[in-house]
Each structure stands twice: as structure tokens, then as C-alpha cells.
């Protein structure tokens, strides 16, 4: 029974939270010290014009602080947050809230989250968030830098693809997978991101998509960054072969095969070298998320269920 209980509350949860969005754009923004940033929260499931939005600012390492909320017209700042620097407009037609934030000092540098209250339920929805930097490194990311490499390996009959993306500024990225019908596919996805060199200045990161052998079917690998957005096609496995080879041949028109080889080692070599260095990444990493997630998770349910 008890059981029964638990299961209706995670349910008409879950349904509550799926009617309810906040998508906040962009992912992330850099700009130097005293400029301005500005970021976005479309939102939908709840009426707008009645709804207060609520914009939190949360500094690394720190609990998340409320800046101001906004609705009907009018901003209430919070405590020790000036309404010169902080400056929050609605579009009611586009049910979005945006935040301005003035002469940017390092301590502006955190994650802002805007949210909303579900009256009904007594829950707060917050959104992704965006992260903003305040770092005279300007945001890049080089399309020519992406790779998405063909499955070179099979297990139980599946395979994996990569998406690999170097050298990369700030490190705030979405990778997603597309068939060749736009559909998204989202089953085993792993993601890794890292700092080759730790100086902050330029991250790598890599998706795994591991599906059936033989589903024919043609993925791309999509991207969502601060600098650019985009999608790459995985590339043909004869394609960086026979471009190099054609180098090759001119010193040693006979002997092309070996030469093939030597570039599928060298290959090999380096996407075997990735994945130490990202298996060694993940383990801690993951634990950490995913117990982040369960805990915040349960503190709604907990309340909900102690509701008559
Ligand atoms: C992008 O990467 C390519 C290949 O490494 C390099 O030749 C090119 O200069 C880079 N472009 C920028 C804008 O950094
Ligand atoms: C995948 O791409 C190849 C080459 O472009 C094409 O011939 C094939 O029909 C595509 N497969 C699917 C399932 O669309
Ligand atoms: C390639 O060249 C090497 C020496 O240059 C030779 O030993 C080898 O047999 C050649 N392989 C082929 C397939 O021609």
C-alpha cells in the first residue's frame, strides 16, 4: 500500500514537472569585467502573467542566493543586491524573463537560474541555468576541430561512435545525437569533458553513442556551445585515409596499404589514450552527479507525501 502511495506521488510528480519548463539560453557567457550580460528563461506550462519568476545566482562552491523576483509589472530586489547592477525585464508575449547583469566583477562570475513556484503542489522548478564568465579568454570553439568518428569496435552487438571536440572555451557544452530524421537519441550517451593541459583555458570533451549493429542508420552528432551551434555528420571511414594517402603516394606511389596501416595505428593509438584519460574522469565524476540528482529529487517528494 505504502508502496502504492509512493508510486502515485512520483508519478503525478513527474507529470507536474514535465508540464512545467524553464529553458534558459544561452548555455553560457563570457565577457570581461565591467560589461554587461544578459541571458534568457523561456518559459511554458503556467500561466505567465500571473506567475512571479524568481533569479538566483549561485556562486562556485556556494549555496545559491536569491538576486530578485519579478511579476506583475513590478522587481522586488533582494538584500544586498543593487537594482542598478541587476536589472530584469518580461516579455509577456514570449512568457520569457531576462535578466541583465551590469559592470561585471569577478564575483559575477556564477551559474544564474531563474525558477518559479507551482502553488499547487508546493514546488520551485528551476532552470539549466547559465553560467557566466567574466575572463578576458573569448569563447571559441573550431568546427574544424570536431571529429566524429566511425564504430571501430563491436561488443555483444553493439556498437559505439565518438564525438570528439578539442580545444574549446568556457567548458559549458551540449552534445546531443541525431539520426539522419532529426530524432534525438538519447539511449547510452556518456560524456566527458577535460582540461588537457589544467589551465582552464581550453577544454576537450568527448559523447559515446552505443547502439545496435545494425540499425542503418546515419547519426550526427549535434553541439550546442556559447561560440557556435551545429551538428557533424560522422565521417566516413575512408575519408582522412585516403586524403593522407595521397601524399603518401608521391614518395611511394607502390606502396599505399602500408601506409593505411600506419594511420589506423596511430589512430587507434590516440582514441585508446582518450579513453583512459576519460575513464579515469568519469568514475568520480558520475557518482558525484548522480547523487546530487537523487537528493535533490526526493526532498519534493518527501514534502508532498507528508501532505493530507
Ligand atoms: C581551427 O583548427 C584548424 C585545424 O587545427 C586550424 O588550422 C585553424 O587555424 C583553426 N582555426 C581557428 C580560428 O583557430
Ligand atoms: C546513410 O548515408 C548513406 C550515404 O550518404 C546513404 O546511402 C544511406 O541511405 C543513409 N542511410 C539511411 C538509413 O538514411
Ligand atoms: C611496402 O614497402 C615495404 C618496403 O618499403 C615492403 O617491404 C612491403 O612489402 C611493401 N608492401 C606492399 C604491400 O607493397
Excluded at 159 to 174: R, T
Excluded at 231 to 254: A, F, L, M, R, W
Aim: a neutral charge; glycine letters at 4%.
Amino acid at each position: 500500500m505504502l508502496l502504492l502511495q509512493v508510486l502515485i506521488v512520483t508519478l503525478t510528480w513527474s507529470y507536474g514537472y514535465s508540464q512545467i519548463t524553464l529553458l534558459q539560453t544561452p548555455l553560457s557567457f563570457t565577457r570581461t569585467v565591467s560589461k554587461s550580460a544578459r541571458m534568457s528563461c523561456k518559459t511554458s506550462g503556467f500561466n505567465f502573467n500571473s506567475a512571479y519568476i524568481h533569479w538566483y545566482r549561485q556562486n562556485p562552491g556556494a549555496a545559491p542566493k536569491r538576486i530578485l523576483y519579478i511579476g506583475s509589472g513590478s522587481v522586488s530586489m533582494d538584500e544586498g543586491f543593487d537594482s542598478k547592477k541587476f536589472e530584469a525585464r518580461n516579455d509577456v508575449s514570449g512568457s520569457t524573463s531576462n535578466l541583465r547583469v551590469h559592470q561585471l566583477t569577478e564575483e559575477d562570475a556564477a551559474t544564474y537560474y531563474c525558477a518559479v513556484w507551482d502553488h499547487t503542489y508546493g514546488i520551485k522548478y528551476f532552470g539549466s541555468g547559465t553560467k557566466l564568465f567574466v575572463s578576458n579568454i573569448q569563447a571559441r570553439l573550431n568546427v574544424s576541430m570536431i571529429q566524429v568518428l566511425p564504430p571501430s569496435s563491436e561488443q555483444d552487438g553493439k556498437v559505439s561512435y565518438m564525438c570528439l571536440i578539442q580545444d574549446f572555451y568556457p567548458n559549458v557544452i551540449k552534445v546531443t545525437w541525431e539520426d539522419d530524421k532529426k530524432n534525438a537519441e538519447e539511449n547510452a550517451v556518456h560524456e566527458e569533458i577535460w582540461d588537457p593541459d589544467a589551465n582552464q583555458k581550453s577544454y576537450s570533451m568527448s559523447s559515446w553513442l552505443t547502439v545496435d549493429k545494425n540499425n542503418n542508420k546515419n547519426y550526427s552528432c549535434k553541439y550546442q556551445h556559447e561560440s557556435k551551434d551545429g551538428s557533424h555528420p560522422i565521417e566516413s571511414p575512408d575519408t582522412p585515409v585516403v586524403s593522407q594517402t595521397t601524399e603518401g603516394c608521391i614518395n611511394k606511389p607502390e606502396n599505399g596499404t602500408t601506409l593505411s596501416t600506419d594511420i589506423t595505428d596511430s589512430f587507434m593509438h590516440r582514441t585508446a589514450y582518450l579513453i583512459y584519460i576519460v575513464l579515469l574522469l568519469k568514475s568520480t565524476m558520475y557518482y558525484v552527479i548522480v547523487l546530487f540528482f537523487i537528493y535533490r529529487m526526493q526532498s519534493p517528494i518527501k514534502h508532498r507525501g507528508k501532505k493530507p
